[in-house]
């Protein structure tokens, strides 16, 4: 049977801090980016971490990038190693105005910072031109096995279609210029949203998208949904049902058809779930799950009345995502509140199967 053995876990930050996305440089150091201050309302800037250890203990190392106070901004950057381990991505939002204001209503620009030494200094940020309407940018930019690079954001255009579309800029000069963008997700019908997308590529130009799935104007949840592109991003087949209804839900390939899949399930015995699953074109079978962290609480659904929007101010938890480490274990990052503060758990596996 399919199994996952949790090896050892522990917090890397304690500042309200939240969105950490790790990567493994070829050196083996792991560094880790994540937003500081306001927990998952993102207040403050972009600061990153190493480890020299595959995540057992970790070293501040500075300020990515810093929010500003007039203008009033602020920015939560995620990782990603172009395919030569050369360059190291961090790519966000820079959000601009009132950090109080709700999902949807904060005016923000895509960006990305670069490192070409091993993330010990950082390139002035740079702009990606995406629609003009608030952005929600909930995965680092994706660099393909080609050189490719895709770089996505989903349109939150109005309070009632919060989510409508998920579409990636394209980079094939290793980021200079962003020429083109495509949709990923987008329902005909305009019935469902798609927040917190994730990217991976599963074999050369083979690429996946995951998203949570709402329905538009109340935002309640409905399975994850998850589309396949066959060449390196610029078209996708339909949207498919993973038929887990999971909210924030990210994919690591493990080779073939397989999948280790970490989302959130914040109704009924909440936390991060781990899951070893095979897919096809149009389906998903789930072979083993279990929590990977247990928030240890039990909520049995949304509160009467509330929209899925109202329900995102309750949350405790969210962003997992793993990466493969040289030794062939897997380190997961994700936010949590512990104690009343909001920081950084990482969380190391092994898997057999």
């Known amino acids: 049977m399919p199994t996952i053995h949790i090896l050892n876990t522990g917090r890397l930050d304690e500042r309200e801090s939240a969105f950490p996305q790790a990567v493994q440089l070829p050196s083996g150091d792991v560094l880790c980016s994540f937003s500081v201050g306001g927990g998952q309302y993102v207040h403050g800037g972009t600061d990153w971490v190493r480890s020299t250890d595959a995540g057992e203990t970790w070293r501040l190392e500075g300020q990515l990038l810093p929010p500003t106070a007039d203008p ?15 360059t190291i991505y961090a790519y966000g939002t820079r959000y601009w105005g009132d950090p ?11 960006i990305f910072c670069a490192s070409i030494d091993d993330g010990r200094t950082w390139s002035p940020p740079q702009v990606i031109s995406m629609p003009d309407c608030p952005l929600e940018i909930s ?6 096995s080609s050189g490719r690079l895709l770089a996505p954001a989903a349109l939150l255009a109005h309070k ?3 989510g409508e579309e998920v579409l990636v800029a394209v980079s094939d000069d290793c980021g200079r210029t962003w020429p083109s963008r495509r949709t990923v997700l987008r329902d005909p019908v305009g019935r469902l949203g798609f927040w917190e997308q994730k990217l991976a590529e599963f074999a050369p130009d083979r690429v996946m998208v995951v998203a949570w799935t709402v329905t538009l104007g109340d935002y309640h949840d409905e399975p994850n949904s998850f589309a396949i592109s066959h060449d390196g991003g610029l078209n996708w087949g339909p949207r498919q049902s993973t038929g887990i209804r999971g909210q924030t839900m990210t994919p690591l390939p493990l080779g073939g058809d397989r999948l280790l899949v970490l989302y959130n399930r914040r109704y009924g015995a909440q936390g991060i779930v781990a899951a070893l699953v095979t897919f096809t074109e149009t389906a998903w079978t789930v072979h083993h799950d279990q929590l990977m962290y247990d928030a240890g609480a039990f909520r049995s659904g949304p509160s009467v009345g509330a929209t899925g929007v109202d ?22 990052t994700h936010w949590c509140v512990e104690s009343g503060v909001c920081g950084i758990r990482w969380t190391r596996m092994r898997i057999d199967w």
């Open 311 to 332: 329900e995102l101010a309750s949350f405790q938890f969210g962003f997992p995502t793993a990466i493969r480490l040289t030794d062939g274990t897997l380190l997961a």
């Open 160 to 162: 009632d279609r919060l």
């Open 72 to 86: 009033p901004s602020a920015n939560f950057l995620k990782l990603s190693l172009s395919g030569d381990g050369r």
């Open 139 to 144: 995965h680092s930019i994706r660099p393909l």
């Open 100 to 110: 109080a204001a709700r999902f949807g209503e904060r005016r923000g620009e895509a």
